[in-house]
Each structure stands twice: as C-alpha cells, then as structure tokens.
C-alpha cells in the first residue's frame, strides 16, 4: 500500500519566506516596450521649442514689416508733397495758358484801318464819293454779357451820282474780307441836291443856277469776326506788314495754329 508523506511544516508562519525590501521609493517602472512613453516626452519638450521659435520668427517679421510700412509711409509723404506741387504747376500753367490765350484772342481780332480805309478805296466806285466814316460799337445782348462781335461795325454816308452807283458800291462791300457779307446793307438812299461848290456859283446877277440831283446814301456793315490770321494774304495786299509779321512770329512758336 502507499503511504502518504506530508509535510506540514511548511504551512507555519516560521517558515513562510518574508519579501526582500529595496531601498527608495517604492515605484515600479512598467515593463514592456517603452516607446510611445520617450515618443510622448520628446514632443512634449519639443513643442514649447517650436513654439518659441516661431515667436521668434514672427516678432521678427513682424519688425521687418513695421520697417517697411514705415518706409512706405514716408514715401507716400514724399509722393504727396510731388503731386501737391505738380498741381501747383499745372494750375498756374493753366492760368498761364489762358491769359496768353486771351491775349492772343484779342490780338488776332485786331483790324488795323490802315488795311480797312485801303480796301474801301479799292472798292468804291468812281461814281461815288464818301462824306462820312465812323466806327460803330459792339453790341451788347445781355447785360453783363460779352457782345457777339467785339470788333462791332461801321457806317458810311456819301453821295453817289444814281441808285445804281450806290448799289454797285454795297455789292462790292459785300464782297469784302474785312466786313460780314450778310450784314451789310443800305439804311438811307435819297435824292438830294448836288452841293455846289464855290467854281461853279454864277457870278451873273439874277441868273440861278440848279444844281444836280444826287443820291445821298447811308450804308451800315457788321465787321467781320475772322481771325487775322485767317486774313494774312488779304493784309499783305493793303500793305499791313507789322500785323502780318506778328501773327507769323506767333504761329512759328505755335500760339496761333497755322
């Protein structure tokens, strides 16, 4: 038979085995693969690095485009300073042109007499003689308003041997550069008695001698508003060579346009 052989001694408490104590703090470090736990403390230190750097990195950009604003601003104050003064320029240039411009106006509407008197020589007929010649004024339309023709008009009075003399002398005047054609009319035309001069008085006593009858006339013209630089060729025909000169000169430096 078997016997049974059982030690119990082992199951005292005198014989139980007591753990081994270690020094320090009583922690233990998980076993196993450490990996995710130094990937984990390496991006935690790493963070705060790129974190600063790119701090550093911004506050540097940041002083940089300040620089640059700052530059741009005073640049734009420089610009603004050459545009302030451009249009300064221009403004005066401006008023510049226009007072030349006004001047040239009223310098290429003159109308020397000296050119218009040789026309009406030219033109009148033989057969008429002019007593009277006067200058008459523009006309104003509004107040306050620059008249239509500032060179105005003229009127001439004379006696002419028939109606057809004095007709034969409007047609010719009609024809001229210096007066608007249009404009140009008979105001009077009336038969009245020749003057007699002191040659043909009869020195017999009692004998009357009737004068002739002739036609006392009134013609009245606009001046023409052409340019005198349109009326070169026309002024150098009645001798204006001053005029002429001048409006040349000017049209050289491109005042009056050619």
Not at 47 to 62: C, I, Y
Not at 211 to 236: C, D, F, G, W
Not at 248 to 254: L, N
């Amino acid at each position: 038979m078997y016997s049974l052989d059982v030690n119990f001694l082992k199951d005292r408490p005198a014989y139980q085995k007591k753990p081994e104590k270690k020094g320090g703090i009583g922690l233990s470090l998980p076993g196993g693969n450490l990996t995710p736990m130094y990937i984990g403390v390496a991006v935690g230190i790493s963070l705060p690095a790129l974190l600063g750097v790119g701090w550093w990195l911004l506050q540097g950009k940041s002083v940089e485009l300040e620089g640059k604003v700052s530059q741009l601003d005073q640049e734009s104050k420089s610009l603004d300073t050459q545009i302030e003064n451009l249009n300064k320029i221009k403004t005066e240039t401006s008023a510049i042109k226009a007072q030349t411009q006004s001047l040239v106006t009223v310098f290429d509407q003159i109308r020397p007499w000296s050119a218009m008197l040789q026309d009406l020589r030219d033109r009148i007929p033989a057969a008429v003689q002019i007593e009277n010649f006067r200058q008459i004024p523009p006309i104003t339309v509004a107040e306050g308003q620059p008249p239509n023709n500032p060179a105005g008009g003229l009127e001439i009075t004379g006696l002419a041997r028939s109606f057809n003399d004095v007709n034969d002398f409007l047609l010719s005047l009609q024809q001229s550069q210096f007066l608007k054609s249009s404009e140009t009319r008979i105001l009077t035309a009336t038969l009245v008695d020749a003057p007699i001069t002191s040659g043909l008085a009869s020195s017999a006593p009692g004998v009357t001698i009737k004068p002739p009858q002739v036609v006392k006339y009134t013609i009245q013209s606009i001046m023409n508003n052409v340019p005198a630089s349109e009326l070169i060729r026309e002024l150098e025909k009645k001798g204006t060579v001053g005029l002429v000169a001048r409006i040349r000169t000017m049209q050289q430096t491109g005042v009056i346009p050619k």
